[in-house]
């Protein structure tokens, strides 16, 4: 059974960083797409980044390039995503998805994902 578990949410000041991480277990880690969404209350949920695991591809959402990082440690198992100068609008829940196919995908699509985490939430004060 594939558990994927998010850790480290807070709350910070803008302009400060954090670093969320997602553990995964029971999961072929290595040729699939693993991703970052967010949902902020009243608002649909969004994908922020994501790897192609296998080559170690990224891709981002306009609203945070330069800003967050998405990385893997494939011996851990792990997937991260590093954020720094956040702003109150980053605040949400953000939750880690992954894929169980390899083919290509619309990354920033919730429907191309099977597995969810419970998410971690993110809280940006002004």
């Known amino acids: 059974q594939v558990q994927l578990v998010e850790s480290g949410g807070g709350s910070v000041q803008a302009g400060g960083s954090l670093r969320l991480s997602c553990a995964a277990s029971?999961?072929?880690?290595?040729?699939?797409?693993m991703s970052w969404f967010r949902q902020a209350p009243g608002k649909e949920r969004e994908g922020v980044a994501a790897?192609?695991?296998?080559?170690?591809?990224?891709f981002y959402a306009d609203s945070v390039k330069g800003r967050f990082t998405i990385s893997q440690d494939s011996a851990k198992k792990t997937l991260y995503l590093q954020m720094n100068a956040l702003k109150p609008e980053d605040t949400a829940m953000y939750y880690c998805?992954?894929?169980?196919?390899?083919?290509?995908?619309?990354?920033?699509?919730?429907?191309?994902?099977?597995?969810w985490g419970q998410g971690t939430q993110v809280t940006v004060s002004s």
């Open positions: 790897i192609y695991t296998g080559s170690g591809h990224t």
């Open positions: 029971g999961y072929t880690y290595g040729t699939y797409y």
């Open positions: 998805a992954a894929t169980s196919v390899g083919r290509r995908i619309n990354w920033w699509e919730t429907y191309e994902y099977n597995y």
